[in-house]
């Protein structure tokens, strides 16, 4: 007869033995890349979440794992070369984030493993054909671009019911991906002006152009140089007192709202796709999945800055007011 503390100590056995695989398996040191499109100090959010997921799983830098880092600082054409560089040192898999550094990883390898952090459709950017089955060496998580913006268009018009228009900012290598708007801007009877941005001295000059020309509300889109100058973005946007929506960080930095998935949770996430990969699974096997968490973040205190009156319907909705 099985009693309750055969059962415990069944289950305490098979924990020790879990943990001393690992330990055995840590007798080695994991050689990891990060391959980003931005820079250190605009993704040091979420190259912190990936740290802290991958120290959930047991692996700890200088112990059992070592973390090599490139940065393109915007120069997308140098992704390829770097990440060459993170193979060259040893790196048995990329960690990397958006299409171009997704892109940069694959011109450089087509074996070493590559786990995509955080990417919009990856099936409509080219990088997989199939989020379910990706096969190659690329897996990682997606968040659906589209239906994020289509969602920032409908929250825009219920704040702002008298919009005509709305300036859609964003990076030239997403230029196929927004005419996919325009049915939700149809929908809501509002012209999208779009404008790219590539440089963090074109972010400056596009809203300085938005504000003389009062051509109405921004929604931005998250894309690597706008993450990495989201605290810029957002006090600019105080400044010449446009309201905007965009991803947490620009509601946090100034910006009226933000709905959109949690960047941060999606790195450390990622994390398990590393911890499986190191472990022999197949990259290519491994389903992409959704982003899980989103967040609808209204600032407050700029509503109040620029005269708008939140509708209690929307407060009612919020993930979180800034006050």
Not at 46 to 67: D, F, S, T
Not at 119 to 142: F, M, R
């Amino acid at each position: 007869m099985t009693t309750r503390r055969d059962i415990l100590c069944a289950l305490g056995a098979a924990a020790f033995a879990q943990r001393l695989a690992f330990a055995q398996q840590a007798g080695r040191t994991y050689r990891i890349g990060v391959l980003g499109a931005g820079s250190p100090a605009g993704w040091a959010k979420m190259v912190g979440a990936l740290r802290e997921g991958l120290n959930a799983l047991g692996y700890v830098e200088g112990k059992n794992l070592a973390i090599d880092y490139r940065w393109a600082e915007g120069r997308y054409d140098d992704l390829p070369k770097l990440a060459g560089e993170l193979i060259a040192a040893g790196a048995a898999l990329i960690v990397t984030h958006a299409t171009p550094g997704a892109r940069g990883a694959m011109q450089a390898t087509s074996s070493v493993p590559i786990v995509v952090a955080s990417i919009g459709d990856a099936v409509t950017a080219g990088i997989v054909t199939n989020l379910a089955h990706p096969g190659g060496n690329v897996t990682g998580l997606s968040f659906f671009v589209e239906e994020i913006a289509t969602k920032r268009i409908e929250l825009l018009t219920e704040i702002l019911p008298r919009t005509s228009s709305i300036n859609l900012i964003y990076q030239q290598y997403m230029s196929a991906v927004p005419g996919r708007f325009d049915n939700a801007a149809r929908a809501k009877k509002v012209t999208i002006h779009r404008v790219f941005v590539n440089t963090p001295a074109e972010i400056q000059t596009a809203i300085v152009n938005i504000a003389q020309k009062r051509s109405g509300p921004i929604l931005i889109i998250e894309t690597p140089i706008l993450i990495a100058n989201a605290k810029a973005v957002g006090e600019s946007l105080a400044k010449y007192k446009i309201p905007a929506i965009g991803f947490k960080e620009i509601a946090e930095a100034g910006g009226l709202m933000s709905y959109g998935a949690d960047l941060a949770d999606m790195w450390h996430r990622a994390a398990t796709y590393v911890d499986k990969i190191l472990k022999g699974a197949n990259p290519g096997s491994i389903p992409i999945e959704q982003a899980a968490k989103f967040e609808l973040v209204i600032n407050l205190k700029t509503a109040r800055a620029l005269g708008i009156k939140v509708p209690p319907s929307i407060l009612l909705r919020a993930d979180r007011v800034i006050e």
